[in-house]
C-alpha cells in the first residue's frame, strides 16, 4: 500500500459539509483511494472507493485530482452519528493483489451539537 | 448471509493462559484477516490469509498463531497470554464489488 497522511483528528457541527483530506504522493497507476469509517465498539466498514475525479454514493463523494496525489472524503451535512474514525487505504485494492492491508491512524471525527 | 461472526464477544484470561479466537464467514471470501485494536489507538495486523493454506505475518504477529484449513474459518491462537495482548480483536474477510473488507463485531480481551 502506498503511505498515506491523514489530520489525526477534526471537529464540526451539525448540519455542515465535512472535508477529510488523505496525502498518497506514492500512488501507483494501478492504485485505487477506498475509505473505511470505524463507530466506537465496532468494526471499521467500507463506505467509497475510487480512482479519479469524482465518485458519489448515499454517504459520501470522493474528489480525486488529476494528479491523484490526494483525495478529499466529503460528508454532506453530518450530524452527531458521524462521529467516527476515518481512514484512507491507497492500493490496488480492487484486483485483490494486495494481501496486506494496513490501516493507519486514521482521523478521528467529532461532531458537536 | 451472517457475514463475518466472531466468538467469543468478551474474555478474561489470566496471564500465561491460552485461547482461540475464532472467526468465520460465509461469503466465499479467498482473503481473510485479524487485527487487534488498543484503546484510542488504530488497527494494527496481526495476520492474514489469501486462500485455504496460506497464511502470512501481519504487522505484530508475535504471541499469536493462525491457520486456515478451509475457506470459510480463520482462527486466531494465543499462547501465553501476556496483559499486552489485551485489546479488542477483529476478523475480517475481504470480497465484492470493491473487493473491500467486511469486519466482524470484535472480541474484547483482557489478559490479567
Known amino acids: 500500500l502506498a503511505k498515506t497522511t491523514q489530520p489525526i483528528s477534526m471537529d464540526s457541527y451539525e448540519g455542515q459539509e465535512v472535508n477529510i483530506t488523505c496525502s498518497h504522493n506514492n500512488i501507483a497507476t494501478n492504485d485505487y483511494i477506498t475509505w473505511y469509517q470505524q463507530f466506537p465498539s465496532q468494526g471499521p466498514r467500507f463506505i467509497i472507493q475510487?480512482?479519479?475525479t469524482k465518485v458519489t454514493n448515499e454517504v459520501a463523494s470522493l474528489f480525486i485530482p488529476a494528479d491523484r496525489k490526494s483525495s478529499t472524503l466529503s460528508l454532506p451535512r453530518v450530524s452527531l452519528s458521524d462521529t467516527a474514525v476515518y481512514y484512507c487505504l491507497v492500493g490496488d485494492i480492487p484486483f485483490g493483489n494486495t494481501g496486506k492491508l494496513i490501516f493507519g491512524q486514521g482521523t478521528t471525527l467529532q461532531v458537536k451539537p | 448471509n451472517a457475514g463475518v461472526t466472531q466468538t467469543p464477544k468478551f474474555r478474561i484470561l489470566k496471564i500465561g493462559q491460552s485461547m482461540t479466537l475464532q472467526c468465520a464467514q460465509d461469503?466465499?471470501?479467498?482473503?481473510m484477516y485479524w487485527y487487534r485494536q488498543d484503546p484510542g489507538m488504530g488497527l494494527k495486523l496481526i495476520y492474514y490469509s489469501v486462500g485455504a493454506g496460506i497464511t502470512d505475518k501481519g504487522e505484530v504477529p508475535n504471541g499469536y498463531n493462525v491457520s486456515r484449513s478451509t475457506t470459510e474459518d480463520f482462527p486466531l491462537r494465543l499462547e501465553l497470554a501476556a496483559p499486552s495482548q489485551t485489546s479488542v480483536y477483529f476478523c475480517?474477510?475481504?470480497?465484492?464489488?470493491?473487493?473491500?473488507?467486511?469486519f466482524g463485531p470484535g472480541t474484547r480481551l483482557t489478559v490479567l
Open positions: 461469503m466465499n471470501h479467498n482473503y
Open positions: 475510487g480512482y479519479k
Open positions: 475480517a474477510s475481504r470480497g465484492g464489488e470493491a473487493n473491500e473488507q467486511f
